[in-house]
T-cell receptor, first 113, second 115 residues
């Protein structure tokens, strides 16, 4: 079946540090992949997405590349800020254009000034 | 444009009681989804409405859960009777239809605690 595995948190970094949050998936067919972010007190917001192999999604300095060969979609940012503190969720949609998401467990990021 | 709103933001009830969660999607969004996150685990799909019709309810855990979307606008999710394992955060999301690739917008969630 379909599943998403992401690294356990919490992740604590100093401001301007490099961020990687690992995400791997299992899926039949050709899923679309997403990163969502939840800031304190707010709903889930789409951070970035990729719909096919080798696509790179990017937004707000965050990037993730859809790697079919390693079934991964790792989230990276070169220099984190305190305002990036949030919970990050990796997700897949098994069929393009439909949104019955399979989510990972979420990774809490805390950035210290 | 107002986002997806959910009410209440928090609910604390006793085991065996009934709770009704409400979701107001973005105006004009025909697709409405319910998800929940239990005990810090992954967020799981519950069901999907297209207008007032249940398109997919394969994620509903059992018959204690009843979702409705009368008139194709807001939706309610009733849990009756509530059990301890129902505690978690319930998210609603909505999206437009008619154009493929419309990513859903999520609400802030309702945190349900069953004691």
């Amino acid at each position: 079946g379909n599943s998403v595995t992401q690294m356990e948190g919490p992740v604590t970094l100093s401001e301007e540090a490099f961020l990687t949050i690992n995400c791997t998936y299992t899926a039949t067919g050709y899923p679309s992949l997403f990163w969502y972010v939840q800031y304190p007190g707010e709903g889930l917001q789409l951070l970035l997405k990729a719909t096919k192999a080798d696509d790179k999604g990017s937004n707000k300095g965050f990037e993730a590349t859809y790697r079919k060969e390693t079934t991964s979609f790792h989230l990276e940012k070169g220099s984190v800020q305190v305002s990036d503190s949030a919970v990050y969720f990796c997700a897949l949609s098994p069929t393009s254009g439909t949104y019955k998401y399979i989510f990972g467990t979420g990774t809490r990021l805390k950035v210290l000034a | 444009e107002a986002g997806v709103t959910q009410f209440p933001s928090h609910s604390v009830i006793e085991k065996g009681q009934t709770v009704t969660l409400r979701c107001d999607p973005i105006s004009g969004h025909d697709n409405l989804y319910w998800y929940r996150r239990v005990m810090g685990k992954e967020i799981k799909f519950l069901l999907h409405f297209v207008k007032e019709s249940k398109q997919d309810e394969s994620g509903m855990p059992n018959n204690r859960f009843l979702a409705e979307r009368t008139g194709g606008t807001y939706s309610t999710l009733k849990v009756q009777p509530a059990e301890l394992e129902d505690s978690g955060v319930y998210f609603c999301a909505s999206s437009q239809t008619g154009t493929s690739g419309r990513v859903p917008f999520f609400g802030p969630g309702t945190r349900l605690t069953v004691l």
